[in-house]
C-alpha cells in the first residue's frame, strides 16, 4: 500500500502515475499543471491502523482515476473535419446579414447627417486602417459605405452641401 508520512508525522496516500499517462491525468483533474507524477493525499491521521483502513479507499479513488484517464487515452482523437461547402441556409442568412448592414450604413448617414458624417472622420482619423482622403473622390465628396448594386455607381455624400440637414442628400456625382 502507498503510504508515506508527511513532515508532520501525519499519513499520506500516494501512488505514481505512469509516463505515459501524466498529462492526462493532469488535465483530467484540472490542477493547472503540464504533468502531474503523483497521486497524493493526506488521511489527516497520525495513526497508522487507521491510516491503512482510510488509505484503502483513497488507493481504491486513485485507481477509479487511472482507470478512466486511461480510457480517454486508449480513445483516438478524431480532428473535426474542415467544412468545404456552405448550404442554401446558411448562404441566405449570411446574404441577409450583408444587406442589412449595408441598409443600416445607409440609414445612418440619412437620418445623422452632419453629426453622422463628423463621427466618421473622426473614427477615420483614429483608425490605423485607413486614411481619410481613401474614401474622397476627385470631386471632394465622401464616397459612402453602401456597396454598389449592379451596374450603378455608389451613391456619393457631397461635403460641400449647405449647413442645414435638409441640404445634405445623398446624390450621384
Known amino acids: 500500500m502507498g503510504l508515506i508520512k508527511d513532515r508532520h508525522g501525519t499519513y499520506c496516500a500516494q501512488q505514481k502515475v505512469p509516463e505515459r499517462l501524466q498529462p492526462a491525468v493532469a488535465k483530467v483533474l484540472g490542477n493547472g499543471k503540464a504533468r502531474q507524477v503523483y497521486l497524493k493525499k493526506s488521511l489527516g491521521t497520525k495513526d497508522l491502523k487507521a491510516a491503512n483502513i482510510r488509505g484503502k479507499l483513497v ?51 440619412r437620418v445623422g447627417g452632419r453629426e453622422e458624417l463628423k463621427r466618421v472622420e473622426a473614427w477615420l482619423h483614429t483608425s490605423r486602417h485607413r486614411r481619410l482622403g481613401d474614401l474622397r473622390d476627385r470631386s471632394g465628396c465622401w464616397q459612402s459605405v453602401t456597396p454598389t448594386v449592379g451596374h450603378c455607381r455608389p451613391a456619393l455624400l457631397c461635403a460641400r452641401a449647405a449647413g442645414h440637414r435638409e441640404a445634405q442628400r445623398w446624390r450621384a456625382c
Open 59 to 109: 488507493l481504491a479513488g486513485f485507481d477509479r482515476i487511472m482507470r478512466d484517464v486511461t480510457a480517454i487515452a486508449e480513445q483516438p482523437s478524431v480532428a473535426p473535419s474542415a467544412r468545404s461547402s456552405l448550404n442554401d441556409t446558411e448562404i441566405a442568412r449570411m446574404a441577409e446579414y450583408v444587406f442589412a448592414k449595408a441598409l443600416a450604413w445607409d440609414e445612418r448617414f
